[in-house]
């Protein structure tokens, strides 16, 4: 895949310190944590009072460098602004996981929406070899397809993603179901017997989110 499907971002630039809360002001009154939003994102990451505690710490913090603040405030200014910005990522990792690729679910976020192509820096999408029935009952293991790099001496830390879905003709109602840093862990559990199922695995480094491996049809049996 050249493009990635629908993603939530933080939208604004880090030292865009009024675009981060317009952003996150948006996400409290109209997003997840409004009344709307918290039936699709039950359970968000931070939680709401902390999330208004932090938006208001920054606001204020904001408004005494726009008045004319000293070098302090400036600085009180930028360290509250980062611990909101670090709120954001957060819940922007959990509107992915949960809707990635379902633009009108993720809209209700409050996070600004993109298709930009993926970022430079980010790992390929995992290449998956075979899925099987796994050693306890309802449960399904994928196997990676073992690649060898020579001229990689660091290994890199991975988080690994598997996202599921019933349509075959559509990705709009895909579910992260599992996510883990060690690719031999790649066990889901629960699944339906006698039921098709389309998985799609990515793979994240410290720069982002992969695209979608190919899909990986298979029923428990």
Same mark, same amino acid.
């Given at each position: 895949?050249s ?10 630039d880090? /030292?865009?310190h009024?675009?981060? *809360?317009?952003? &996150?002001?948006?996400?409290y009154?109209? %997003?997840?944590?409004s009344t709307?939003?918290a039936?699709?994102y039950?359970?968000?990451p931070?939680? #709401?009072v902390? =999330? #208004?505690?932090?938006?208001d710490?920054?606001?204020?913090? @904001? ?5 004319g603040?000293s070098? $302090?405030?400036?600085k009180?200014r ?9 709120? !954001? ?5 959990? &509107?992915n996981?949960?809707y990635? %690729? ?11 929406? !993109?298709?930009e192509?993926t970022? $430079? ?13 796994? /050693? ?8 990676l ?6 001229? /990689?001496?660091?290994? @890199?830390?991975?988080t690994? =993603? *598997? =996202? ?9 109602n895909?579910k992260?179901?599992? $996510?883990?840093?060690? !690719?031999? #862990?790649?066990? *889901?559990s629960?699944v339906?017997?006698?039921?098709d199922?389309?998985y =799609?695995?990515t793979?994240e480094?410290a720069?982002? @989110? ?8 298979y029923?428990?049996?």
């Amino acid at each position: 895949m050249s493009n990635r499907l629908s993603i939530a971002t933080v939208g604004s630039d880090e /030292k865009d310190h009024a675009a981060t *809360i317009s952003t &996150a002001q948006n996400v409290y009154d109209n %997003g997840m944590y409004s009344t709307s939003g918290a039936l699709l994102y039950l359970n968000p990451p931070n939680a #709401k009072v902390d =999330y #208004k505690t932090q938006l208001d710490k920054t606001i204020a913090a @904001e408004a005494k460098v726009t008045a004319g603040g000293s070098t $302090h405030d400036t600085k009180d200014r930028d360290l509250q602004s980062g611990n909101l910005r670090g709120m !954001s990522v957060a819940n922007v990792n959990y &509107a992915n996981q949960l809707y990635r %690729g379902n633009t009108v679910n993720l809209d209700k976020s409050g996070y600004p929406v !993109s298709k930009e192509p993926t970022p $430079h820096g980010v790992t390929d999408p995992p290449k998956v070899d075979r899925a099987e029935n796994g /050693k306890t009952s309802g449960t399904v293991k994928f196997y990676l397809t073992r690649t060898k790099s020579p001229l /990689k001496k660091t290994k @890199e830390i991975l988080t690994y =993603y *598997i =996202y599921a879905t019933s349509d075959p003709d559509s990705m709009d109602n895909l579910k992260c179901i599992l $996510h883990t840093r060690n !690719s031999s #862990k790649l066990i *889901i559990s629960n699944v339906v017997r006698g039921r098709d199922m389309y998985y =799609y695995l990515t793979s994240e480094n410290a720069a982002g @989110e992969s695209d979608f491996s190919e899909r990986v049809k298979y029923m428990l049996n």
